[in-house]
């Protein structure tokens, strides 16, 4: 490996800016660092640059250490936006800068200045002043600085930002050729989606300081596994849908399963599709259609962009059609579904303003985040809807572009053992009170998979702590958490709890146990964690842990009801500015069948 970071975090008064970032880059590879402004991709340069140092965490360069290694002897290249060159020097005096310091023979810097400025196509430039070029031949300039001395690794930061679309263009492929010629690892940071797929072997997309995911652009854009990938690399519809044992259902409408992607259904429940506006068909009739009927709608917006069509279609939710609850929705309570077509399709069905449509969908590709909606529960309408305005949950629905539903169950209160009417979709959200346990367990006998609790001042985590109550929990809780802290800027722990007095022998047992939590965390849901062992009753433990301070979460994962009426039962009503999320997943329910009430 080129480059390997391992579990980098750099904080700033107290917060990470970068959480977590663990990412092998390959020798020669050019790798694209993506986010939107603020996620911490410079911070992150920077780190692999020396330029600033971490807090945690560790990088390697080319099977070297260099966390505690100076910028300059790090053998790394650096472009940045406004890289100012120096300005009373020529272009060749700036590229022989760095091999001056170094020492380098007059006869070799004069070579090597040379045959960068071919590299970069601005033979002959030596002697000009940088004020004599333009802004796209100074980065050429910075870019052959760069590389005089031979580094093995180049950093560029947003290195085309203050240039136009055509002169980006060009500098582009220059530094592709540059590159590949070169075959020098390369990070590049960029905010610009479209950059990012023109010039990477891989991306990595950064949102609050984490890294989400990372691969091929081909395959990120196809089948991401977050929906703020899904949502950055592109316009992306997100519909929630229910996987059944038959497949996968838009209200009453069933989705061809042959026609999608297959998926392992055991219970059914709701799940977050995305749908590109491009594999979205339009038709006349549901007959006329291709492709697998969704709903019915009406063309609300149309948009001539050249190439493309680009309309906003709306949804009809009528008895027959599909209950589609889209992004759209949840920011504006209505459901809007984003649709492109090329001119060919518009020639074979011309639509025009408030026309009806059917609408076929050629591909949707399901998340496999168990986090898909909430659902605010009250034992009144107004408990109910006060709950649904909390800060943190409508920050966490507004960040997973979903909905918040509201749901009375009178029940809540009267803790009868009434049996809720229709399962629970999504997570379940109730306050915090002293009925908190109670309903936590009625609300899980009725369908939920999690419930989230929510103080009323709890504000959004620093710190979420994680624990599982027996190995069954362990991957559905890692889950939910991998999930949560995507969208939340917190770091995250795993608290794993030996018995007081354990002897000797038996430690390395627990110690395994967390690198297996922490590794089983990276591989499948793509969360990088902390891992802290501890010694003691675990309910105690964990209390103590957010009694330590405010604005901490502890994500709880539970297989069966009767471990949160034990020690954890004090757990449920969380301390002041703390919320808890409880994540269940029976074992003793065969698939396919709801629980009911014992
Ligand atoms: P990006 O490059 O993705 O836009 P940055 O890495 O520049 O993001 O910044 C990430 C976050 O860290 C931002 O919220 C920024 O304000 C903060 N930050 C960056 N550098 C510093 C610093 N030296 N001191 C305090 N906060 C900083
Ligand atoms: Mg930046």
């Not at 297959?262 to 219970?267: E, I, L, T, Y």
């Not at 899980?444 to 959004?460: I, Q």
Request: aromatic share 4%.
């Amino acid at each position: 490996m080129s480059i390997t970071l391992d579990q980098v975090t750099k904080r700033y008064q107290g917060s990470p800016v970068v959480n977590d970032v663990s990412l092998d880059v390959a020798e020669g590879e050019f790798f694209v660092l993506l986010g939107p402004s603020g996620s911490g991709k410079s911070t992150l340069l920077r780190a692999i640059a020396g330029l600033t140092g971490v807090d945690h965490g560790r990088i390697t360069l080319h099977g070297h250490d260099v966390t505690h290694v100076s910028a300059r002897q790090r053998g790394v290249g650096l472009v940045f936006q406004n890289y100012a060159l120096f300005k009373h020097m020529t272009v060749g005096d700036n590229i022989e800068f760095a091999l001056r310091v170094r020492r380098t023979k007059a006869a070799d810097r004069r070579a090597r200045r040379k045959e960068l400025l071919r590299l970069v196509a601005l033979e002959g430039m030596d002697d000009r002043l940088p004020t004599q070029l333009s802004g796209g031949q100074q980065q050429r300039v910075a870019v052959a600085r760069a590389l005089a001395h031979k580094p093995q690794v180049l950093l560029l930061d947003e290195p085309f930002g203050a240039l136009d679309a055509k002169i980006r263009e060009e500098l582009r492929r220059t530094i592709r050729q540059v590159q590949r010629e070169l075959n020098i690892t390369t990070v590049l940071v960029t905010h610009d989606q479209e950059e990012a797929f023109a010039m990477a072997d891989r991306i990595g997309v950064m949102n609050l300081g984490r890294l989400l995911e990372a691969g091929r652009p081909a395959e990120l854009y196809a089948t991401p596994a977050t929906r703020f990938v899904a949502t950055f690399l592109g316009a992306a519809n997100l519909l929630l849908a229910r996987q059944t044992a038959q497949g996968i259902r838009f209200g009453a409408t069933p989705v061809n399963v042959r026609a999608v992607e297959k998926f392992d259904g055991a219970r059914e429940h709701e799940v977050v599709a995305v749908l590109r506006p491009e594999e979205v068909e339009l038709a006349p009739t549901r007959d006329n259609l291709r492709t697998n009927y969704i709903a019915h709608g009406a063309v609300e917006e149309l948009v001539f962009t050249g190439a493309m069509e680009r309309m906003r279609v709306r949804l009809n939710n009528g008895a027959a059609g599909a209950q589609i609850a889209t992004a759209s929705e949840a920011a504006s309570g209505t459901a809007l579904l984003e649709v492109t077509r090329t001119q060919h399709e518009q020639r074979g069905f011309p639509v025009t303003l408030g026309q009806s449509v059917a609408i076929g969908v050629r591909r949707i590709h399901v998340l496999p985040t168990p986090l898909s909606s909430y659902t605010s529960c009250g034992s009144d309408a107004s408990a109910a809807e006060q709950l649904a305005q909390h800060a943190f949950l409508s920050e966490l629905a507004s960040r997973m572009k979903t909905r918040i539903a509201t749901r009375v169950e009178p029940a809540l209160a009267t803790m009868t053992s009434d049996i809720a009417t229709t399962p629970i979709s999504g997570v379940a959200v109730v306050g915090a009170s002293a009925n908190a346990a109670a309903q936590i367990r009625w609300l899980l006998r009725n369908g939920a998979g999690e419930v989230l609790v929510l103080p009323a001042d709890s504000t959004p985590p620093q710190r979420v702590l994680i624990h599982w109550a027996d190995d069954e929990s362990r991957r559905p809780t890692l889950a939910v958490a991998a999930s949560l802290l995507r969208h939340v800027p917190a770091e995250a722990v795993y608290i794993g709890i030996m018995p007081e007095g354990v002897s000797d022998m038996q430690r390395p047992a627990g110690v395994r146990t967390l690198l297996d939590a922490r590794s089983e965390a990276q591989a499948v849901h793509g969360l990088e964690m902390r891992t802290e062992l501890r010694f003691g009753v675990a309910a105690d433990e964990l209390r103590r842990q957010l009694q330590d301070a405010s604005d901490q979460m502890l994500i709880l994962g539970v297989s069966s009801l009767d471990q949160l009426s034990g020690d954890f039962s004090s757990l449920l009503v969380p301390p002041p500015g703390c919320s808890l999320m409880v994540v269940y997943r029976p074992t003793d329910t065969p698939a396919g069948e709801l629980r009911t009430a014992p």
